[in-house]
Protein backbone atom coordinates (compact mmCIF):
# COMPACT_ATOMS: atom_id res chain seq x y z
CA UNK A 1 0.00 0.00 0.00
CA UNK A 2 1.22 3.30 -0.87
CA UNK A 3 0.41 6.77 1.04
CA UNK A 4 1.34 10.01 0.24
CA UNK A 5 1.43 12.93 2.39
CA UNK A 6 2.25 16.60 0.37
CA UNK A 7 3.38 19.70 2.98
CA UNK A 8 4.35 22.94 1.93
CA UNK A 9 6.80 25.51 3.51
CA UNK A 10 8.26 25.16 6.92
CA UNK A 11 5.76 22.80 8.70
CA UNK A 12 7.44 20.17 6.00
CA UNK A 13 10.70 20.53 7.73
CA UNK A 14 8.89 19.09 11.05
CA UNK A 15 6.91 16.32 9.51
CA UNK A 16 9.90 15.19 7.53
CA UNK A 17 11.17 13.82 10.25
CA UNK A 18 8.36 11.65 11.31
CA UNK A 19 8.01 9.71 7.93
CA UNK A 20 9.38 6.15 6.54
CA UNK A 21 10.56 7.80 3.42
CA UNK A 22 11.32 11.44 3.07
CA UNK A 23 12.36 13.84 0.04
CA UNK A 24 11.97 17.20 -0.74
CA UNK A 25 10.40 19.00 -4.00
CA UNK A 26 12.57 22.02 -5.15
CA UNK A 27 14.85 23.51 -7.32
CA UNK A 28 17.70 26.13 -7.11
CA UNK A 29 18.79 29.50 -8.67
CA UNK A 30 22.02 31.08 -9.10
CA UNK A 31 21.29 34.64 -7.79
CA UNK A 32 19.06 35.09 -4.83
CA UNK A 33 18.98 38.75 -5.45
CA UNK A 34 19.17 41.53 -8.26
CA UNK A 35 19.38 45.42 -8.44
CA UNK A 36 18.19 47.30 -11.20
CA UNK A 37 18.06 50.46 -12.68
CA UNK A 38 15.18 51.54 -14.95
CA UNK A 39 13.09 55.20 -15.83
CA UNK A 40 9.54 55.81 -15.75
CA UNK A 41 8.08 54.44 -18.79
CA UNK A 42 10.81 52.33 -19.82
CA UNK A 43 11.79 48.55 -18.93
CA UNK A 44 15.01 46.09 -17.96
CA UNK A 45 15.80 42.86 -18.68
CA UNK A 46 17.77 40.64 -16.89
CA UNK A 47 17.93 36.56 -16.54
CA UNK A 48 18.63 34.00 -14.04
CA UNK A 49 19.18 30.16 -14.26
CA UNK A 50 17.01 27.19 -12.33
CA UNK A 51 18.43 24.06 -11.66
CA UNK A 52 16.78 20.38 -11.12
CA UNK A 53 19.56 19.64 -7.75
CA UNK A 54 17.74 15.75 -8.40
CA UNK A 55 20.18 12.70 -8.73
CA UNK A 56 19.89 10.75 -12.43
CA UNK A 57 16.84 8.49 -11.59
CA UNK A 58 14.43 11.28 -9.96
CA UNK A 59 11.81 12.01 -11.79
CA UNK A 60 11.59 15.59 -13.72
CA UNK A 61 9.96 19.05 -12.25
CA UNK A 62 7.34 21.23 -13.85
CA UNK A 63 8.07 24.56 -12.83
CA UNK A 64 5.60 27.52 -12.85
CA UNK A 65 7.50 31.40 -11.70
CA UNK A 66 4.92 33.57 -9.80
CA UNK A 67 5.84 37.30 -7.99
CA UNK A 68 5.03 37.60 -4.41
CA UNK A 69 5.51 41.17 -1.95
CA UNK A 70 7.70 40.97 0.58
CA UNK A 71 7.19 43.25 3.35
CA UNK A 72 10.15 43.40 6.21
CA UNK A 73 9.07 44.42 9.47
CA UNK A 74 11.07 46.49 12.19
CA UNK A 75 12.55 43.50 13.91
CA UNK A 76 12.30 39.72 12.53
CA UNK A 77 12.23 38.20 9.11
CA UNK A 78 10.19 39.14 5.72
CA UNK A 79 6.51 38.33 4.90
CA UNK A 80 4.66 37.65 1.40
CA UNK A 81 1.97 39.05 0.03
CA UNK A 82 -0.02 39.09 -3.14
CA UNK A 83 0.96 41.31 -5.78
CA UNK A 84 -0.24 44.86 -5.26
CA UNK A 85 -0.17 44.68 -1.74
CA UNK A 86 2.52 47.18 -1.39
CA UNK A 87 2.93 50.70 -2.41
CA UNK A 88 6.18 50.25 -3.64
CA UNK A 89 5.04 46.59 -5.65
CA UNK A 90 6.67 45.89 -8.52
CA UNK A 91 2.91 44.27 -9.55
CA UNK A 92 2.16 43.36 -12.92
CA UNK A 93 5.52 44.92 -13.79
CA UNK A 94 7.11 41.70 -14.74
CA UNK A 95 6.96 39.89 -17.72
CA UNK A 96 8.88 36.24 -17.25
CA UNK A 97 9.73 33.76 -20.45
CA UNK A 98 8.66 30.80 -19.98
CA UNK A 99 5.70 31.44 -17.88
CA UNK A 100 6.00 27.47 -17.14
CA UNK A 101 8.36 24.61 -18.00
CA UNK A 102 9.83 21.07 -17.14
CA UNK A 103 13.31 20.45 -16.09
CA UNK A 104 15.30 17.33 -15.94
CA UNK A 105 17.46 15.82 -12.96
CA UNK A 106 21.02 17.71 -13.00
CA UNK A 107 19.63 20.08 -15.89
CA UNK A 108 19.32 24.22 -16.35
CA UNK A 109 17.08 26.01 -17.46
CA UNK A 110 17.12 30.02 -18.20
CA UNK A 111 14.08 32.05 -17.24
CA UNK A 112 14.39 35.73 -18.30
CA UNK A 113 12.24 38.77 -17.22
CA UNK A 114 11.60 41.68 -18.26
CA UNK A 115 10.33 44.23 -15.69
CA UNK A 116 8.39 47.09 -17.69
CA UNK A 117 7.62 50.56 -15.56
CA UNK A 118 4.48 52.66 -16.64
CA UNK A 119 4.54 56.21 -17.05
CA UNK A 120 4.26 58.40 -14.74
CA UNK A 121 5.79 56.36 -11.94
CA UNK A 122 7.42 58.72 -9.45
CA UNK A 123 11.37 58.07 -8.44
CA UNK A 124 11.90 55.47 -5.98
CA UNK A 125 12.69 52.04 -5.36
CA UNK A 126 10.46 49.28 -5.74
CA UNK A 127 10.49 45.70 -5.08
CA UNK A 128 9.10 42.03 -4.92
CA UNK A 129 9.70 38.23 -4.92
CA UNK A 130 10.07 36.15 -7.87
CA UNK A 131 9.68 32.48 -6.40
CA UNK A 132 9.88 28.93 -8.05
CA UNK A 133 7.17 26.41 -7.67
CA UNK A 134 7.97 22.75 -8.89
CA UNK A 135 6.46 20.12 -8.70
CA UNK A 136 8.03 16.30 -9.25
CA UNK A 137 6.28 12.97 -10.00
CA UNK A 138 5.00 11.76 -7.42
CA UNK A 139 4.71 8.26 -8.98
CA UNK A 140 8.53 6.92 -8.12
CA UNK A 141 7.60 5.58 -4.77
CA UNK A 142 8.05 1.76 -3.40
CA UNK A 143 4.89 -0.13 -2.47
CA UNK A 144 4.42 -0.49 1.52
CA UNK A 145 6.19 2.78 2.51
CA UNK A 146 4.65 6.30 3.65
CA UNK A 147 6.49 9.57 2.01
CA UNK A 148 6.15 12.81 2.87
CA UNK A 149 7.62 15.44 0.25
CA UNK A 150 7.88 18.75 1.46
CA UNK A 151 7.73 21.76 -0.89
CA UNK A 152 10.08 25.10 -0.76
CA UNK A 153 9.79 27.13 -3.40
CA UNK A 154 12.90 29.14 -4.22
CA UNK A 155 12.52 32.54 -4.68
CA UNK A 156 15.32 35.72 -6.39
CA UNK A 157 14.21 39.18 -4.65
CA UNK A 158 14.21 42.11 -7.10
CA UNK A 159 14.62 45.84 -6.51
CA UNK A 160 13.85 47.98 -9.13
CA UNK A 161 15.30 51.85 -8.69
CA UNK A 162 13.05 54.00 -10.70
CA UNK A 163 14.81 57.38 -11.65
CA UNK A 164 17.34 59.00 -9.61
CA UNK A 165 17.05 57.58 -5.67
CA UNK A 166 17.69 60.14 -2.84
CA UNK A 167 19.44 59.00 -0.04
CA UNK A 168 17.63 59.32 3.78
CA UNK A 169 18.95 57.68 6.82
CA UNK A 170 19.34 58.05 10.11
CA UNK A 171 20.13 55.93 13.63
CA UNK A 172 17.31 56.08 15.12
CA UNK A 173 18.27 53.76 18.50
CA UNK A 174 20.68 51.72 20.28
CA UNK A 175 19.81 49.26 22.89
CA UNK A 176 22.38 47.20 24.83
CA UNK A 177 21.13 44.12 27.47
CA UNK A 178 23.10 41.93 29.35
CA UNK A 179 21.59 38.72 30.28
CA UNK A 180 24.37 36.24 31.99
CA UNK A 181 27.16 36.26 29.75
CA UNK A 182 25.17 36.96 26.60
CA UNK A 183 25.57 40.49 25.38
CA UNK A 184 22.71 41.49 22.84
CA UNK A 185 22.85 44.75 20.99
CA UNK A 186 19.73 46.32 18.36
CA UNK A 187 20.95 49.71 16.44
CA UNK A 188 17.45 50.84 14.74
CA UNK A 189 18.04 52.49 11.23
CA UNK A 190 15.19 54.49 9.93
CA UNK A 191 15.10 54.72 5.99
CA UNK A 192 13.62 58.20 5.16
CA UNK A 193 14.89 58.43 1.38
CA UNK A 194 13.86 56.27 -1.67
CA UNK A 195 16.77 54.08 -1.71
CA UNK A 196 17.67 51.23 -0.66
CA UNK A 197 19.40 51.07 3.05
CA UNK A 198 22.11 48.05 3.20
CA UNK A 199 24.04 47.82 6.40
CA UNK A 200 26.38 46.00 8.90
CA UNK A 201 28.20 47.20 11.45
CA UNK A 202 30.09 46.45 15.28
CA UNK A 203 29.17 47.86 18.78
CA UNK A 204 32.21 48.13 20.90
CA UNK A 205 32.27 48.09 24.56
CA UNK A 206 34.62 50.37 26.85
CA UNK A 207 34.84 50.91 30.55
CA UNK A 208 34.68 54.35 32.37
CA UNK A 209 38.50 55.02 31.21
CA UNK A 210 37.34 54.24 27.37
CA UNK A 211 39.61 51.20 27.07
CA UNK A 212 37.72 48.89 24.65
CA UNK A 213 36.67 45.70 26.49
CA UNK A 214 35.11 43.64 23.83
CA UNK A 215 33.45 44.13 20.24
CA UNK A 216 30.38 42.49 19.02
CA UNK A 217 29.88 42.06 15.86
CA UNK A 218 26.74 43.43 14.03
CA UNK A 219 25.08 41.67 10.91
CA UNK A 220 23.89 43.05 7.81
CA UNK A 221 20.17 43.93 6.68
CA UNK A 222 18.62 45.90 5.02
CA UNK A 223 15.71 49.29 5.68
CA UNK A 224 13.77 49.46 3.01
CA UNK A 225 12.46 53.44 2.13
CA UNK A 226 10.11 54.87 4.55
CA UNK A 227 10.34 52.19 6.92
CA UNK A 228 12.42 51.25 10.31
CA UNK A 229 14.90 48.32 10.79
CA UNK A 230 16.73 46.80 13.52
CA UNK A 231 19.86 45.42 12.85
CA UNK A 232 21.02 42.84 15.94
CA UNK A 233 24.28 41.60 16.95
CA UNK A 234 25.20 39.15 20.30
CA UNK A 235 28.28 38.39 21.79
CA UNK A 236 29.81 36.35 24.87
CA UNK A 237 31.05 38.31 27.72
CA UNK A 238 31.93 38.48 30.89
CA UNK A 239 31.69 41.68 32.82
CA UNK A 240 31.77 42.16 36.05
CA UNK A 241 29.48 45.19 38.16
CA UNK A 242 29.99 48.56 36.53
CA UNK A 243 28.95 51.20 34.14
CA UNK A 244 30.15 51.04 30.17
CA UNK A 245 29.54 52.09 26.86
CA UNK A 246 28.54 50.60 23.62
CA UNK A 247 29.41 52.10 20.77
CA UNK A 248 27.87 51.50 17.37
CA UNK A 249 28.76 52.13 13.90
CA UNK A 250 27.00 50.73 10.82
CA UNK A 251 28.23 51.19 7.46
CA UNK A 252 26.01 51.73 4.92
CA UNK A 253 28.67 52.57 2.32
CA UNK A 254 32.42 52.92 1.66
CA UNK A 255 33.61 54.95 4.13
CA UNK A 256 30.33 56.04 5.59
CA UNK A 257 28.39 55.04 9.11
CA UNK A 258 25.92 55.85 10.92
CA UNK A 259 27.00 55.94 14.54
CA UNK A 260 25.70 56.21 18.03
CA UNK A 261 26.30 55.36 21.78
CA UNK A 262 24.40 54.32 24.79
CA UNK A 263 24.77 53.08 28.43
CA UNK A 264 24.82 49.98 29.86
CA UNK A 265 25.12 49.29 33.51
CA UNK A 266 25.55 45.71 34.72
CA UNK A 267 24.32 45.16 38.81
CA UNK A 268 26.55 43.27 41.17
CA UNK A 269 24.48 39.30 41.49
Known amino acids: M ?52 GEADSKPMTVRPY ?54 T ?7 ALFFEAKADENAQKAGTTSVRYQVDVGQIIYVQVGAGKFGGRLTGIEAALSGKTLNVAATISNDGTTLIRAAG ?43 DVLVAMQYAPGKFFTGQTALDVKAP
Not at 16 to 38: K, N, P, T
Not at 122 to 128: A, E, F, H, N, V
Not at 214 to 233: D, H, K, M, Q
Open 2 to 53: RRNLVVTGLTGLLLAHLSVCAAQSGVEIDISRVELQAQAGGSVSTSLNVRHP
Open 67 to 120: LRDFLLPVQGTQTYAAPGSSPNSLGKWLQVTPTTFKIDPGKTQMVRYTVNVPPG
Open 122 to 128: PPGLYWG
Open 202 to 244: RAQIRDSSGKVLATVPIGESIALPGNRRTFVGEGNLDLPAGHY
